[in-house]
């Protein structure tokens, strides 16, 4: 009975929220970095960008005129370039955003992102198993409607957790973190 309840409940909601629903594309580019902190000597370093595209899709839901949130899912190239070495790092992204207009067509967000790790390789090697499987950002930025279907919107992502593995060798220990600045296209479908 608690389960038909439940279910009668969430059919309630969704019919209402779907005039409130929009989905669509979004695609752009991501400057990656990635901040070495190594514990024992309090050194930090940042390594040289790693361009990459970003591509997926969103669904924006309207909780008021001026509130929205956004969640999406992405493919999202990371990584970095650290002593002639490029590592490049690969994710599926689940950002959820809070957005809140100060004008009609112009949007602050910001929110947590979560992300699974796809592939990890080097020129020379697949170096999958020296990170993580998963990462953690809060992300920051802004959007703007230049149409009732076309958008565009840059935001920065921080990483807050180390995605370096155990079998991450170095000769101290090192946390190493993914940062993003990304610039982007959205496409409005619904």
């Known amino acids: 009975m608690k389960k038909f309840l439940v279910t009668?409940?969430?059919?309630i909601l969704v019919s209402n929220l779907k005039a409130q629903v929009s989905i669509g594309l979004k695609g752009g580019t991501s400057f990656a970095s990635i901040k070495l902190i190594e514990a024992s000597q309090s050194m930090k370093s940042s390594s040289?960008?790693?361009?990459?595209?970003?591509?997926?899709?969103?669904?924006?839901?309207?909780?008021?005129?001026?509130?929205?949130?956004?969640?999406?899912v992405l493919y999202q190239g990371m990584g970095g370039s650290v002593d002639n070495t490029t590592f490049?790092?690969?994710?599926?992204?689940?950002?959820?955003?809070?957005?809140?207009?100060l004008t009609?067509?112009?949007?602050?967000?910001?929110?947590?992102?979560?992300?699974?790790?796809v592939s990890s390789k080097t020129a020379a090697e697949d170096i999958k198993t020296k990170f993580n499987s998963s990462d953690f950002q809060?992300?920051?930025?802004?959007?703007f409607n230049l149409t009732s279907k076309i958008g565009a919107g840059a935001r920065y992502g921080m990483g807050m957790s180390n995605i370096a593995s155990s079998s991450f060798k170095?000769?101290?220990?090192?946390?190493?973190?993914?940062?993003?600045?990304?610039i982007?296209?959205?496409?409005?479908?619904?």
């Open 8 to 11: 009668i409940l969430v059919i």
């Open 48 to 72: 040289d960008n790693r361009t990459a595209f970003m591509l997926g899709g969103y669904a924006t839901i309207s909780m008021s005129k001026k509130l929205k949130l956004q969640p999406e």
């Open 88 to 101: 490049n790092n690969d994710y599926i992204s689940v950002p959820l955003l809070l957005k809140f207009g």
């Open 104 to 117: 009609n067509n112009f949007y602050l967000e910001a929110g947590p992102q979560f992300s699974l790790l």
């Open 138 to 143: 809060v992300l920051v930025g802004a959007s």
């Open 170 to 182: 170095t000769n101290v220990e090192t946390d190493i973190r993914n940062n993003a600045f990304t």
């Open 184 to 190: 982007m296209v959205n496409y409005k479908l619904l």
